[in-house]
């Protein structure tokens, strides 16, 4: 992560007009998108050869399409991202990764009008030269992402920006994954207010709590479905992590 010490400015200017990340980044996707990107252009085919000319026409002097090789591809895919290389889209794809899958955290159940007050503030905090600002906008936004905080807080910052920064706050790729998951989680909330003590996963509940294996046993044979919540569910605690977590205050 970078450093909490702004940074003078100093390199490329950063991107104004980018593409936004697909809802649901993928690494993977994007190296087979170079590879048919490409294809593309050794064919010399117009959109393919115009991208590469907005996004990178250092590759095409002196050489023809079919000389280009797949990190000139590669690069093209990156900096219309609004990221400096390639290099720094795989970094930023693997943080995303581990940061998604860290285990032990619960859907954002906040209001749509909630969310928007985050954006709304970072926005501000962004315009007052806040440096932790720009430190989640390093973190977290493609055109931003690494780049000295000097030229971050010199550059002007839109609600896509903010609205990436609070979705990755909430461990979400994207912001149409956090509205989509917040509402779940609420949904999830408003629905247990009024589960009877006698719903298969109230009782296995109980089971856990007096650590009366075979009543639970006995509840999981009757309901395996216990055992394969879903995504909300998994974030509001498993059969699994219930019981891992009444073992640990109880001490046995």
């Known amino acids: 992560m970078p450093s909490s010490t702004p940074s003078p ?40 050869l115009r991208r590469v000319g907005s996004s990178h026409p250092a590759a095409l002097r002196g050489r023809s399409p079919t000389d280009l090789k797949l990190a000139d591809a590669q690069h093209v895919i990156a900096r219309e991202y609004g990221f400096e290389s390639w290099p720094r889209l795989v970094e930023y794809f693997e943080e995303l990764e581990r940061h998604r899958h860290t285990p032990g955290h619960n859907s954002s159940d906040d209001y749509p009008e909630t969310l928007e007050w985050r954006v709304q503030s970072i926005m501000r905090r962004h315009s007052r030269g806040d440096a932790l600002v720009a430190r989640e906008l390093a973190h977290y936004v493609p055109r931003f992402f690494a780049r000295p905080y000097g030229q971050i807080l010199a550059t002007r910052t ?95």
């Open 9 to 48: 400015i100093r390199g490329e200017p950063i991107a104004r007009d980018v593409r936004p990340l697909p809802g649901r980044p993928s690494l993977e996707y994007e190296r087979k998108q170079a590879k048919a990107f490409l294809k593309q252009i050794r064919r010399g085919e117009t959109a393919a």
């Open 158 to 252: 839109t609600e896509d920006d903010a609205r990436l920064v609070v979705a990755r706050q909430g461990r979400r790729a994207s912001w149409e994954e956090l509205i989509e998951r917040a509402s779940a989680s609420r949904d999830r909330r408003e629905a247990q207010r009024w589960e009877s003590a006698n719903t298969p996963s109230r009782r296995a509940w109980s089971a856990i709590r007096a650590h009366d294996a075979d009543a639970l046993e006995a509840i999981l044979d009757e309901h395996p479905e216990l055992l394969a919540p879903s995504a909300i569910e998994r974030e509001w605690r498993t059969p699994a992590s219930l019981a891992i977590s009444f073992e640990l205050e109880a001490r046995t």
